[in-house]
């Protein structure tokens, strides 16, 4: 299928250099919001815990925000999310996370009986059954397993850990459960965070407004976060080294840089629109930069062939022209494939929710850019390069080669 009739050629080259002022000031644009502002990182990024709740009654985002505040969280995050089967659905996001102290963990182990090797516990405070001779906490601070050397006492074991004050079990009938009658172990589950927070809404807004259980909890602690953000910038780096060396082994040294930079730029300015639409950057959004790293890198590629065969055939052109022809020329194939793509992500965006939504935008954005950018940015870069090192070239032949001093020592003439 053409849209264009056969021959017809587009002089794109001669608007290349409005385009590229145009891209310095996208990049330049997006480089600066990075750093002021900066990107809104999500909780897999920032470290926190999250919830969605889809309440009961009328409240607006300020009522959510006010009671959260109200229970003991500061600074809370509240977004109301789009949901045709319940107005009232809203993310909450809090930077607490469920942890346990250290100085609440000696505590827990002391009520429980612990005690080490070469000590004693008080036989009548702890009896066999209720006497933790092990005590791991989980790594996310909400359970506790214990094991014990007789059948433990659960009731006992009850009020040992409400005897301290800032640890809250969590209400349920099998908690605290035995895991392994045989070992008499164990396991405790703790209130988290997004039992707290809930638990702190209800007290706030009335049982009759909130549900039972949010539709959602998701937490991660600062340390699990930040070491997500580096490794997805380095799985973005490490992506765009590997296509480097993929272009340079498959076309030439001319080819890679232009490939690189528009990769580089289409993910500088899909991060830029993110931080402009206050929209988080989470794992998912990376996950879309990825892809759209290697779909410009794939139109770019296809472009670049035909570049490479247009220059075996019209070796009269100049390298302007070779990229106007190959351009033009596969100019309907970039609008089927980047428009068949652009409809199925404009689906998602339109009709999809939460997560899904941001990745659809991620999408929606960089099919535009990286279309943009394959025939304004990588062409041009690479009839630069192509121009550079044929300048250097002809400077090498044309300088002409200095005369080399005689070794013969020059004879004075006699007198």
Same mark, same amino acid.
């Given at each position: 299928m053409e849209f264009f009739k056969p021959g017809r050629q587009f002089d794109f080259m001669g608007l290349r250099r409005l385009f590229f002022t145009i891209s310095g000031i996208l990049i330049l644009g997006s480089i600066i919001l990075m750093f002021y502002p900066g990107p809104n990182y999500g909780t897999d990024f920032r470290g926190g815990t999250e919830i969605e709740v889809g309440f009961t009654g009328d409240i607006d985002a300020a009522g959510v925000r006010g009671a959260v505040e109200r229970? +003991?969280?500061s600074g809370p995050d509240v977004v109301q999310v789009v949901d045709e089967h319940n107005p009232h659905h809203f993310l909450i996001r809090v930077q607490d996370v469920t942890a346990i102290r250290e100085e609440d963990k000696d505590k827990l182990r002391a009520a429980m009986c612990f005690t080490k090797e070469g000590e004693t516990a008080d036989p009548v405070r702890c009896p066999a059954s209720a006497h933790a001779s092990e005590v791991k906490f989980s790594q996310g601070g909400d359970k506790i397993a214990a094991r014990y050397d007789a059948d433990p006492d659960l009731a006992k074991i009850v009020e040992q850990i409400t005897s301290v004050g800032n640890v809250?079990?969590? !209400?349920? /009938?099998?908690?605290?459960? $035995?895991?392994?009658?045989?070992d008499h172990r164990v396991e405790i589950q703790l209130q988290s965070k997004g039992d707290q927070l809930m638990d702190g809404l209800r007290a706030q807004l009335g049982a009759q407004m909130v549900p039972d259980k949010a539709l959602r909890v998701e937490w991660v602690g600062p340390k699990a976060g930040k070491q997500l953000r580096d490794s997805a910038r380095n799985a973005v780096a490490i992506s765009v080294v590997f296509i480097m060396l993929y272009l340079a082994f498959r076309f030439d040294l001319r080819f890679a840089p232009g490939v690189v930079i528009a990769a580089l730029h289409d993910a500088t300015i899909v991060i830029g629109v993110f931080i402009v639409a206050h929209k988080e950057v989470t794992l998912s959004t990376i996950a879309a930069v990825l892809t759209i790293? +290697?779909?410009?890198m794939n139109d770019t590629v296809v472009v670049y062939d035909r570049i490479r065969e247009n220059l075996s055939k019209h070796r009269g052109k100049t390298f302007?022209? $070779?990229i106007n022809l190959s351009v033009s020329e596969t100019l309907s194939r970039t609008i089927l494939?980047? +428009?068949?793509?652009m409809l199925s992500m404009l689906a998602f965006f339109f009709w999809g929710t939460g997560v899904l939504k941001d990745f659809a935008l991620a999408? !929606?954005?960089g099919i535009i850019v990286g279309t943009y950018s394959s025939i304004y940015v990588a062409a041009p870069l690479t009839e630069w390069i192509d +121009?550079?090192? /044929?300048r250097r070239s002809h400077t090498k032949k044309v300088t002409p080669n200095k005369p080399k001093?005689? %070794?013969?020592? %020059? !004879?004075?003439?006699? /007198?």
């Amino acid at each position: 299928m053409e849209f264009f009739k056969p021959g017809r050629q587009f002089d794109f080259m001669g608007l290349r250099r409005l385009f590229f002022t145009i891209s310095g000031i996208l990049i330049l644009g997006s480089i600066i919001l990075m750093f002021y502002p900066g990107p809104n990182y999500g909780t897999d990024f920032r470290g926190g815990t999250e919830i969605e709740v889809g309440f009961t009654g009328d409240i607006d985002a300020a009522g959510v925000r006010g009671a959260v505040e109200r229970a +003991g969280f500061s600074g809370p995050d509240v977004v109301q999310v789009v949901d045709e089967h319940n107005p009232h659905h809203f993310l909450i996001r809090v930077q607490d996370v469920t942890a346990i102290r250290e100085e609440d963990k000696d505590k827990l182990r002391a009520a429980m009986c612990f005690t080490k090797e070469g000590e004693t516990a008080d036989p009548v405070r702890c009896p066999a059954s209720a006497h933790a001779s092990e005590v791991k906490f989980s790594q996310g601070g909400d359970k506790i397993a214990a094991r014990y050397d007789a059948d433990p006492d659960l009731a006992k074991i009850v009020e040992q850990i409400t005897s301290v004050g800032n640890v809250k079990l969590r !209400v349920s /009938a099998t908690n605290p459960q $035995i895991t392994n009658p045989r070992d008499h172990r164990v396991e405790i589950q703790l209130q988290s965070k997004g039992d707290q927070l809930m638990d702190g809404l209800r007290a706030q807004l009335g049982a009759q407004m909130v549900p039972d259980k949010a539709l959602r909890v998701e937490w991660v602690g600062p340390k699990a976060g930040k070491q997500l953000r580096d490794s997805a910038r380095n799985a973005v780096a490490i992506s765009v080294v590997f296509i480097m060396l993929y272009l340079a082994f498959r076309f030439d040294l001319r080819f890679a840089p232009g490939v690189v930079i528009a990769a580089l730029h289409d993910a500088t300015i899909v991060i830029g629109v993110f931080i402009v639409a206050h929209k988080e950057v989470t794992l998912s959004t990376i996950a879309a930069v990825l892809t759209i790293v +290697g779909y410009s890198m794939n139109d770019t590629v296809v472009v670049y062939d035909r570049i490479r065969e247009n220059l075996s055939k019209h070796r009269g052109k100049t390298f302007a022209q $070779i990229i106007n022809l190959s351009v033009s020329e596969t100019l309907s194939r970039t609008i089927l494939t980047s +428009g068949a793509t652009m409809l199925s992500m404009l689906a998602f965006f339109f009709w999809g929710t939460g997560v899904l939504k941001d990745f659809a935008l991620a999408m !929606v954005v960089g099919i535009i850019v990286g279309t943009y950018s394959s025939i304004y940015v990588a062409a041009p870069l690479t009839e630069w390069i192509d +121009g550079m090192m /044929a300048r250097r070239s002809h400077t090498k032949k044309v300088t002409p080669n200095k005369p080399k001093p005689s %070794k013969l020592a %020059k !004879v004075p003439a006699k /007198a």
